[in-house]
Each structure stands twice: as C-alpha cells, then as structure tokens.
C-alpha cells in the first residue's frame, strides 16, 4: 500500500539560499550531461572533463562534454568523496523529503565488481548503508558464494534516498538521481556490474523489458558488461528463481575467473 504523501513541514522545506544551491547544482548536472539549452553562459565549472582536457579557450558551451562523450572513460577519476560532497544535502527530488540520510554507496572504490539496486529502505535508511535488511543479508550470502567479500565489491543503488513506505522509485526521482549513479560507476570503472531487479536493469540500459527476459544475458553499459538478475528482495518472495539468479552470478564468476566451485 502507498503510503499517504504530507505536504512537508516548514522545518523540511528548503529555505531560498538552500533553493538556490540546488537550482545550482542541478544545472551543473545537466550541464555534465550535455542538456545546455538549459545554461546561460558563463556555467558553473562542471564535474567531469574530457580525459586530458587542460584549461580551454573554447567557449563554455563547447567546452562542455556532450552525453556521449562522458562515457564512463572520459569522466572517470571523480574520486567517490568527490562525488559524494558534491551531492551535499541533495534535494533534487521529492525523496528528500522522507530520508534520514543520503544512502550513497558502500565498498571498495577500486572493485571489478559493482551490483547496483533499486533504492534504500528502512534499515538502510537508518544505517547509511546499502543492502543492510533481509534483501541485504542474502545479497551478502550471494556475493560470499562468488567468492568475494563485501568489502570487495562496490554496492549502490539507482536513487539514494528511501521511497516512502518502500514504494517503488518514480520515473522523476530516477532521472532526478540518475548522475550520482553515473558518476560513480565512471569513478570506479569495474570489470562487471550486476544489476539487480528491474529498476536497475531499466535504468542502466535504457529500457522497459521485463526483466524476465533479460536477465542472465550480458549486456553493456558505457562499455562495461552487465548482467542483469534478480533483485534479492523479489528472491526471498520467490525463492524458487534463486536458481536462476545463481546462474547469472556463475555466468559473472566466470568472466571475473573466480572459481565455480
Ligand atoms: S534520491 Fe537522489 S536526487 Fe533525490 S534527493 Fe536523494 S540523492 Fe537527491
């Protein structure tokens, strides 16, 4: 059941100069993705420059990558506590208005393995930490049966505040957070990334196959292979497709050379 929204009170809403940051920050963030009908010039220096870019004459428009041209090599080098001080107290979304705390990420910055999920709930909410719950605990069983620890692995999700009443993320909050999950995964560059569940899937590749149909084929996201599975809250209401996630993952140790065994 969808919890009721509430207009939030005075104490959450954003005060002017907090409006202004964000009206900032959020050009800034188009501006990195290359929407830049919306800048007038001179812009706020970007987040991300072309690899070996050094100081330019060109104009702030040109100087500016587009959206391709920040693949996930031509951004990379964002240092994760860059990123994250960047997003500050984001309020880009209406999630904001729910959250304890921003739920960033947690792991290794270096990891060949990233498993991107949906978004955080209660206990994460409460922690600051990814996949934290009962979802979390098989998750973490998951990735000990890939021979990995959690401190190997990067874990994040595809928006970093909590829906209220664990409802699914909305097409706008994705958007609205979709850079801070770019940004990261171009920070790490890992070798594989499992997506998990269809929000995931969805929102790194694009598109709205159900991911019945999707899951277990690799696929690519800014040139890193992907697999999309599972997510482990949908496994643990239907234990039965564990199976079937197991082989995704086998498919991910295989490629990483982990053993099968
Ligand atoms: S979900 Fe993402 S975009 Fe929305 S407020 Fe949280 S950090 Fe900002």
Not at 162 to 180: K, L, Q, W
């Amino acid at each position: 059941m969808r919890m009721k929204e509430t207009q939030p009170s005075n104490e959450t809403q954003p005060n002017k100069a907090d409006m202004a940051k964000e009206l900032c920050r959020y050009l800034l963030w188009h501006r990195s993705e290359g929407t830049q009908a919306l800048l007038q010039s001179p812009a706020p220096k970007p987040l991300f420059k072309e690899a070996g870019s050094g100081p330019s004459e060109k104009s702030p428009s040109a100087q500016s990558p587009s959206a391709q041209s920040l693949s996930a090599q031509s951004s990379a080098h964002v240092p994760l506590e860059e990123i994250r001080a960047h997003m500050g107290d984001c309020r880009l979304c209406k999630l904001c208005r729910h959250r304890r705390q921003i739920v960033f990420g947690a792991g290794n910055p270096k990891a060949e393995l990233v498993f991107v999920g949906e978004g955080p709930g209660a206990d994460e909410d409460a922690q600051g930490i990814p996949f934290v719950g009962r979802a979390g605990q098989l998750l973490t069983k998951m990735i000990e049966a890939m021979h990995f620890s959690r401190d190997e692995v990067y874990i994040c999700n595809v928006v970093k505040c909590r829906p209220p009443d664990n409802r699914n993320p909305e097409p706008d909050e994705i958007e609205a957070c979709r850079p801070f999950l770019r940004a990261q995964l171009a920070s790490i560059r890992p070798k594989v990334l499992v997506a998990l569940g269809k929000f995931a899937v969805h929102t790194l590749l694009s598109e709205s196959t159900p991911i019945t149909k999707l899951r277990g084929r690799w696929r690519e996201y800014e040139g890193i292979p992907l697999m999309p599975t599972y997510h482990p809250a949908y496994l643990l209401r239907n234990p039965v497709e564990k199976k079937n996630a197991w082989l995704d993952l086998q498919s991910v140790m295989q490629r990483l050379g982990k053993p099968l065994k």
